[in-house]
């Protein structure tokens, strides 16, 4: 299967850029889908956005830290109230959970109400490689992509209060929540950008079938 650029995109795509993200890799995927992304700290930039996208790699309270520090908290919580299509990625999705455990207790955007917690002591961690998505509730960002792996690489997990807001789940020693989504605002919690075509499609469907 072959993943074709996306003809006549308009729109404009904004990467959030909190200085705890590798983006040239999700870049290079919006590049081939035919998108030239804007990389922006700017709380103007980023709400004048059609679509956003929060990645993040490192840890969870360095990463609210950061967030807070730059203006973008409030920025990224209204993006979820005005329906603006988000897309958070790895780190970028426990983000939007309520609360972390990750060295310490750390309030989340509270965008998809859950908490965030390490696997229990003997799951080996970090999760790292190729693990399949099961789908549990419908999304469009799924569309047309069967029961497949994509790569994850983590240590703590989205636990979210409501199950209505799980998409998928993964098999990890322990059942966990791999995406997530409320309304407008979407999570998953591996790496699109390095899942090859699967990953491919799920970026191009949030760009393209997904709706609010």
């Known amino acids: 299967m072959i993943i074709s650029p996306i003809p006549n995109f308009i729109g404009k795509v904004v990467l959030i850029d909190y200085g705890m993200s590798n983006m040239l890799s999700l870049q290079n995927s919006l590049i081939y889908l035919g998108i030239n992304p804007i990389i922006s ?11 956003v996208i929060l990645p ?3 840890a969870f309270g360095k990463a609210i830290g950061n967030i807070q520090e730059i203006g973008l908290f409030n920025v990224i919580k209204e993006l979820h109230e005005r329906g603006t299509p988000l897309l958070g990625i ?3 999705m426990q983000l939007l959970a309520s609360t972390s ?4 207790y750390h ?3 509270s965008i998809i109400p859950g908490s965030v ?3 229990p002591p003997e799951i080996t961690a970090p999760h790292v490689g190729w693990n399949t998505a099961l ?3 419908q999304s469009q960002v799924f569309t047309g992509i069967p029961t ?3 790569y994850f690489i983590h240590s703590y997990h989205f636990k979210p209060d409501e199950s209505s807001s799980i998409v998928t789940q993964t098999d990890y020693g322990e059942t966990f929540v791999s995406s997530v989504q409320l309304s407008n605002t979407v999570g998953v919690q591996f790496h699109p950008e390095k899942s090859h075509r699967a990953g491919l499609q799920l970026l191009k469907n949030f760009l393209v079938n997904y709706s609010c």
């Open 41 to 51: 700290s700017d709380p103007a930039t980023i709400l004048s956005a059609d679509y």
């Open 90 to 92: 790895c780190l970028g």
């Open 135 to 137: 789908p549990f509730n």
């Open 117 to 119: 917690d390490h696997f």
């Open 107 to 109: 309030q989340g955007l």
């Open 101 to 104: 455990s990750e060295n310490g």
């Open 148 to 150: 497949t792996d994509f």
């Open 56 to 58: 993040g790699v490192g």
